[in-house]
Nanobody, 122 residues
Framework: QVQLVESGGGLVQAGGSLRLSCAAS????????MGWFRQAPGKEREFVAV????????YYADSVKGRFTISRDNAKNTVYLQMNSLIPEDTAVYYC???????????????WGQGTQVTVSS
């Protein structure tokens, strides 16, 4: 079992930055790929970014490429999402998830956090 707790969300002006954190419990954190997803009101959940178990492989949605950076610290059982140049369209609840590989389909992930709200004002 892996339990995930996100933090770092909040209200920020367009052009600003936020760093989300996802703290994991359990000794097997380093064996999982970790992904970030988001869901805006009235929209389906969408993939944002994923990182493999070692941190050596990452993949991003086109909508965030060049603005967001995913990273992880296995010693701290934590994955991060650095979000720069935020735009109002980034407003959503952001979720982290643990899965078996670098994949974009949310259905492939085994564990999910409760989410953290990010609101970008124009």
């Amino acid at each position: 079992q892996v339990q995930l707790v996100e933090s770092g969300g909040g209200l920020v002006q367009a052009g600003g930055s936020l760093r989300l954190s996802c703290a994991a419990s359990g000794r097997t954190f380093s064996s999982y790929a970790m992904g970030w997803f988001r869901q805006a009101p009235g929209k389906e959940r969408e993939f944002v970014a994923v990182i493999n178990w070692s941190g050596g492989e990452t993949y991003y949605a086109d909508s965030v490429k060049g603005r967001f950076t995913i990273s992880r610290d296995n010693a701290k059982n934590t994955v991060y999402l650095q979000m720069n140049s935020l735009i109002p369209e980034d407003t959503a609840v952001y979720y982290c998830a643990a899965g078996p590989a670098v994949v974009v389909a949310g259905t492939e992930y085994d564990y999910w956090g409760q989410g953290t709200q990010v609101t970008v004002s124009s």
